[in-house]
């Protein structure tokens, strides 16, 4: 795996550790405050302050069990940006499950962190053409 494939790995292994500890600052701490989402249903795209509301409620209420992510597929990368596709699979505490291909941007901000700032839910035509396939 080269450096930006284990880079956005290492990404995507903190994101998902700060949702299933329900860690909010730990969570918030890897998005951008510029980040955008889009192709939520209902929604153009929301940005930090939508994203932390969300999030926290979601967190208090116990509403997510469990978040893994499968599949890294690198898209566009550079020096402080790196563009990828995984797939997301979200257990809620009702047993119900949520299987999405998402594009995710993160990028090297100031501090030297990384950071989303963005995040694109994808087309199911779009999946099979990266060949992501949940596992």
């Known amino acids: 795996m080269d450096s930006d494939s284990s880079i956005a790995a290492q990404f995507l292994d903190e994101f998902a550790a ?5 860690d909010f600052a ?6 951008s405050e510029q980040v955008s989402i889009k192709g939520l249903p209902g929604f153009d795209a929301i940005g930090y ?10 967190f208090d209420e116990g509403i997510l069990d469990h978040v893994d992510y499968s599949g890294l597929v690198l898209r566009e990368h550079d020096a402080g940006r790196i563009v990828f596709a ?3 699979t979200v257990r809620a505490s009702d047993a119900s499950v949520n299987t999405m291909g998402l594009e995710m941007e993160i990028a090297r901000e100031e501090d ?7 995040q694109r839910l ?3 035509e779009e999946i099979g053409t990266l060949q992501l396939v949940a596992e």
Do not use: D, F
């Not at 700060?18 to 329900?22: F, H, I, L, P, Q």
């Not at 730990?26 to 998005?31: C, K, W």
């Not at 030297?112 to 963005?118: D, E, L, N, S, Y």
């Open 18 to 22: 700060s949702v299933n500890a329900k």
């Open 49 to 58: 302050e939508e994203w932390a509301r969300q999030c926290k409620h979601e």
């Open 112 to 118: 030297g962190h990384w950071r989303m700032i963005r």
């Open 122 to 124: 994808l087309e199911e």
């Open 26 to 31: 730990a969570h918030m701490a890897l998005i």
């Open 86 to 88: 995984t797939v997301e």
